[in-house]
């Protein structure tokens, strides 16, 4: 009988081999693109003559991030909208959670019901919010108007505070449900004993939700709140369909700002950079992630 370290070996190098197509086709798919990205922001790349010239620049394009106002504008903007994105998002959704958790709330229609906004594809879903907000027919316009609220049609994407808070409500509205649902699962989770332990002990449903609820739901809420972070990130469809950055470059965020930058610009040194940026701050956070989900006993390691 083979002893457990060499058995434990002999699955582990099964495992590898198994996993080998995988890690092949993602290392062509995603490492390829990745290791040309890095390459590229430490060019300068300029598109001539039918061909391209690149020529090594070192840290010039990352230099260039320093004294870069636009940049500087899209990384404040970045970090307000995934603060504010990721607040609202984690709240809502564990009220929704906590909805859904009652007796009242266990119906199956509820669920679907929510789950509508996260199914709709995400440039369908901004387009629909661009006809929402439009500011001659939208229908935001025209109920705020039927209820007295507003004399006239407003400009919602018009003024910098407005585009920006707006941008930032409609992602709250798509990413709440797939967050509430993860919410409810690890809500699902909690022991009901101790909710027991808790009404013979005469807490009330406020320390009921602080001292049993939410310590036992530590690890639901940092996953929501880390993978929320890193999908406020990753924002473009809503920018590139709803305001192209504008107005005033007001909600131009560090991934459009890549975009524009490479392919309007064709500036691909310098979008690279940007993107490089982008690419570290989800690198951090992914490996935030897996220190999170991994078990106890494992990480102990």
Known sequence: MPSPATYEQRR???????????IVVLLAILGYP?????????QKVQLAAGGIDRQFVGLANFQRLVADETFRRALLNTLYF???????????????????????????????????????????????????LNANYGVLNGLLQSLGII???????????????????????????FVALLLLAGLQRVP??????????????????????????????AVAVVLQTIWSLRIFDLVFVLTRGGPADATVLLNFLAYRVTFNFLDIGYGAAIANVIFVMTILLAILYIRLVRPAGEAAR
């Open 12 to 22: 582990q190098t099964a495992g590898l081999f198994l996993l080998a197509p995988s």
């Open 34 to 42: 990745i290791v040309e990205s890095l390459l590229l922001a430490f």
């Open 151 to 177: 004399d006239v049609y407003q400009v919602w994407l018009g003024t910098p505070v407005s585009a920006l808070n707006f941008l930032l409500l409609v992602d709250v509205w798509k990413s709440v449900p």
């Open 82 to 132: 995934a603060a504010a994105e990721v607040v609202l998002v984690v709240l809502i959704a564990f009220a929704i959670a906590l909805l859904l958790n009652h007796p009242f709330g266990r119906a199956g229609l509820f669920r679907i019901l929510l789950v509508v906004p996260w199914a709709i594809a995400p440039v369908a879903n901004a387009v629909l919010w661009k006809w929402i």
């Open 192 to 221: 009901s004993v101790l909710y027991k332990a808790a009404y013979m002990d005469g807490a009330s449903r406020l320390q009921t939700l602080m001292h049993v609820t939410l310590p036992s739901m530590r690890a639901a809420i």
